[in-house]
């Protein structure tokens, strides 16, 4: 049974993460599981650790990361791109997950792997 309900959470999963900019309705995704919204918030934590939301939440952050160290325009641009409104929410969610604001992150990010280069070049 516990692994039925897994594979629903999987299929959960990859909806959310197939268009993680829109704002999904909870009801919905679980009645496209076959569950009770109970049901389903009960089964995604236990697969998942975290809500659907804060699951939601973690992919927009970690693809905005990614954005970011490519050298996406700015950090607006990508609040905006990730289905955020405002910047500054995002700037604050995005310095709960990563101890830093996106800037901040960002440049550290490139100094470290900027050292650790230089490192492995004079090796």
Known sequence: ???????????????????MTRPVRMDTLARATGMSLTNFYKYFKAVTLVT????????????????????????ESVALKMGYKSPSQFSREYSRMF???PKRDVTQSRDDCDEVAGVEASS
Not at 1 to 19: G, K, N, P, V
Not at 55 to 72: D, P, S, T, W
């Open 52 to 75: 659907p939301l804060q699951y939601q939440k973690r992919l927009r952050l970690i693809e905005a990361r990614q954005l970011l160290m490519a050298g996406a325009t700015t950090v």
């Open 1 to 19: 049974m516990q692994e039925h309900y897994s594979q629903r959470i999987t299929a959960a999963m990859h909806a959310l993460s197939q268009d």
């Open 99 to 101: 101890g830093a604001p």
